[in-house]
């Protein structure tokens, strides 16, 4: 029932920008926290950042912090996620992720996920 459908992924140079952007559908949108979690094939799952339901606290990975920013629309049932100077180290496939009620910093603590789009960074 819970949709979560991620867009804006790609291929980009070091030091670039993306933006991504994840369409929430089935869900009561302003009455869910909202996150990004990464994988890249082989490696753990690793939490990126979060945004409580109102939008009054977000959180990051420290890797991201700085660089990256996490916003939501609750209008447009949309969160969004800002990344910018882009590292090698940034690729992987982006998820978005919902949770009921407040928010998690660990991948297990998310129940609902999306597909997830590709995220590149070329040096």
């Known amino acids: 029932q819970v949709r979560l459908v991620e867009s804006g992924g790609g291929l980009v140079q070091a030091g670039g920008s993306l933006r991504l952007s994840c369409a929430a559908s089935?869900?009561?949108?302003?009455?869910?926290?909202m996150g990004w979690i990464r994988q890249t094939p082989g490696k753990e799952r690793e939490f990126v950042a979060a945004i409580s339901w109102s939008g009054a606290n977000t959180y990051y990975q420290e890797s991201v912090k700085g660089r990256f920013t996490v916003s939501r629309d609750n209008a447009k049932n949309t969160v969004y996620l800002q990344m910018d100077s882009l590292k090698p180290e940034d690729t992987a496939v982006y998820y978005c992720v919902a949770r009921w009620g407040g928010t998690a910093t660990g991948p297990s603590g998310w129940p609902y996920w999306g597909q997830g789009t590709q995220v590149t960074v070329s040096s």
């Open positions: 089935g869900l009561t949108f302003s009455s869910y926290a």
